[in-house]
């Protein structure tokens, strides 16, 4: 019975170990890097501010802009763009001209971001110039914290098979009296 009693506790301690980090983000502080794209559009990477990696939750943000003649753009929401995990665009592109974009977000954190665009036509680029920048950005982001993940779950296996081993061991021994 206390061993049923041990290995159940343990293994909530586990869940709850495990559990935690994912609960915790949403309390942690995001960080939003806004730039103009060199045509007319806006993208945001969105990390974390602590550690810096990439935040794989979805993002619920929007993008107003204001230009210096007075027009206003906006409220636009912001989607994912495919080419990477955290980033993100405007879903309509900027009119041509010098804008002030803020971009808010709202989920996983509550978010600001202000900057300066210049929206403008692009000229045409010969494709075998941009293909070692796709080739670049291509390549997967690597997560630092797995490796600490890991750890942590491995540890605590270990952890909970040596309590579960100790308890059954004391078991036999008290049978054995």
Do not use: C
């Not at 670049?136 to 296996?157: E, Q, R």
Request: charged share 20%; proline share 7%; hydrophobic share 45%.
């Amino acid at each position: 019975m206390r061993l049923r009693y041990a290995v159940t506790v343990v293994l909530a301690g586990l869940g709850l170990l495990l559990g935690a980090p994912a609960a915790s983000a949403q309390d942690r502080p995001i960080k939003l890097e806004v730039v103009g794209d060199g045509g007319h559009n806006v993208n945001v990477l969105v990390t974390w501010k602590e550690g810096g990696t990439p935040v794989t939750e979805i993002v619920e943000a929007t993008l107003v802009a204001t230009a210096a003649d007075g027009r206003s753009f906006g409220p636009v929401p912001l989607r994912s763009s495919p080419e990477g995990q955290n980033l993100y665009h405007s879903a309509q592109p900027l009119p041509s001209g010098e804008w002030e974009v803020t971009v808010t977000t709202t989920k996983p954190a509550n978010a600001r971001k202000t900057t300066k665009v210049t929206a403008q036509d692009i000229a045409a680029v010969p494709v075998a110039a941009t293909a070692p920048a796709r080739d670049a950005a291509a390549a997967p982001a690597s997560d630092g914290d797995l490796p600490l993940k890991i750890g942590v779950i491995v540890l605590a296996a270990v952890l909970a098979l040596a309590v579960w081993i100790g308890l059954a061991r004391r078991q036999r021994a008290d049978i054995r009296r």
